[in-house]
């Protein structure tokens, strides 16, 4: 079960509009550096992909951001009466536990690795391209890349992260 977050925003729209419809779905090198190239608002596709991946790895550091159930709390009307003190300890239980169950250490080190090759295999690809030396080769990288990036931005939740579903539960025994 989850609630609509920021974090969930940026994952679907960085799976399935950028690294699935733009990345994955290209058959050709010069189409898919074309495609990084292309200006939307007036920013190449590829700084757009940068910025979001960049944006939801710092949402999953902040610990009332991301996926994070701790900021429900300032949302969630038997919370409000609270005070500050007690709704910060709060907080920080809820964030501690989440951090635990949902291995959110890990996942942030995987997310961060997956992004990281991408963008390596990304920026080798455009080189190419500027040198006019791109190659079948570079394409198949970067799309490998964003294949596994796609699985790993798979794995994390459609929204704020509530409780373990049966699925997550079952891969973790």
């Known amino acids: 079960m989850a ?12 799976k399935h509009e950028y690294l699935t419809n733009t990345v994955c779905l290209e058959t050709k090198p010069q189409k898919l550096l074309k ?4 200006l939307e ?7 757009i992909i940068r910025d979001l991946l960049e ?16 900021q429900l709390l300032e949302r969630l009307q038997p919370f409000a009466t609270l005070s500050v003190d007690k709704c910060m300890v709060l907080k920080r239980a ?8 949902f291995g959110l250490a890990t996942r942030t080190a995987r997310l961060q690795a997956k992004s990281e090759r991408f963008v390596c295999a990304l920026d080798e690809s455009l080189n190419e391209g500027m040198s006019g030396s791109l190659t079948n080769g570079s ?3 970067v799309q490998a ?3 596994e990036l796609i699985i790993e931005l798979g794995d994390l939740p459609k929204g704020i992260w509530l409780w373990p579903s049966q699925e997550s539960a079952r891969r973790s025994t």
Do not use: I, N
């Open 139 to 141: 394409m198949d990288e």
């Open 145 to 147: 890349a964003a294949r």
């Open 41 to 47: 608002k007036g920013v190449p596709r590829h700084q």
């Open 94 to 101: 809820v964030q501690q536990q989440f951090a635990e169950e």
């Open 35 to 38: 495609s990084m190239l292309y």
């Open 55 to 70: 944006e939801l790895h710092e949402l999953m550091r902040q610990p009332e951001a991301g996926f994070s159930p701790a």
């Open 3 to 14: 609630l609509p977050c920021r974090a969930a925003a940026l994952r679907h729209r960085l």
